[in-house]
């Protein structure tokens, strides 16, 4: 068990160093950041285990929220708080790469980024699942953290990456009801794929279009899928 801290200047500098290193020697020892001036313990304190196995985003995301609900910790208190997620990130680094065997290539997936930067703050390995958790619970989130800690998840850097889509529930909730099946608990086959009629890829596209000429955001997701073309007419009943 450890005090929940968020990372500073110069433990974001360590730990990008560490990750430069280990990148090419697994068995490097990873530096001991939790004290100043590398980080700072969060306000109100809270302790979280440093030892929790997470086997999905899910099961990290939900145990983030019960940490922070039951401490009384607000998420708007916590989502801009980038120093905090990397420092969750080096808490649990032998978690969200797999005990060091899958270390994705960029810095991003571990070192937070502005929420202003969508794009990048939505590549990190820990941020993304509570925030999409937090804000739309289960079944809508599932698309977004059905898979391990460690693997980049392609619905989060397509959808949630576009601040017009992950802000709109109507929106999310179309995009679950076509591509997550439930029989499997998975996005179904080539959902993500840029070759497959009718993806999600293509529903960008098509919802980017849609709002020239209809108030996309006031309708419902029913509403949304019947006005889809017919290339999506697939994934309305599409079996496994």
């Not at 809508?140 to 576009?162: H, Q």
């Not at 980017?208 to 697939?234: G, H, K, V």
Request: glycine content about 4%.
């Amino acid at each position: 068990m450890i005090a929940l801290r968020y990372m500073l200047k110069e433990g974001e500098e360590s730990f990008r160093e560490f990750l430069s290193k280990v990148r090419e020697n697994h068995s490097i020892e990873k530096p001991d950041l939790n004290k100043e001036p590398f980080s700072k313990e969060f306000l109100p304190g809270i302790i979280i285990n440093d030892g929790v196995t997470f086997k999905t985003k899910q099961e990290l995301a939900e145990y983030l929220n019960e940490v922070f609900e039951t401490s009384g910790v607000k998420r708007e208190d916590v989502i801009g708080n980038k120093g905090l997620w990397t420092w969750l990130a080096y808490i649990w680094f032998e978690q969200i790469t797999n005990n060091r065997k899958n270390i994705l290539k960029r810095n991003e997936h571990y070192i937070c980024t502005s929420p202003s930067n969508y794009r990048r703050y939505y590549i990190h390995l820990i941020a993304p699942p509570y925030i999409i958790y937090s804000l739309y619970g289960l079944p809508l989130s599932k698309l977004f953290v059905y898979n391990p800690p460690w693997e980049i998840n392609d619905f989060t850097e397509r959808v949630a990456a576009n601040q017009f889509l992950i802000s709109h529930k109507n929106i999310i909730e179309a995009i679950y009801r076509l591509y997550f099946d439930e029989s499997c608990g998975r996005p179904k086959p080539g959902a993500v794929s840029g070759d497959v009629e009718g993806s999600v890829r293509r529903f960008i596209k098509v919802i980017q279009q849609f709002e020239f000429t209809y108030d996309i955001y006031s309708m419902s997701s029913d509403q949304i899928i019947d006005l889809l073309p017919q290339e999506f007419n697939r994934w309305k009943n599409l079996k496994i």
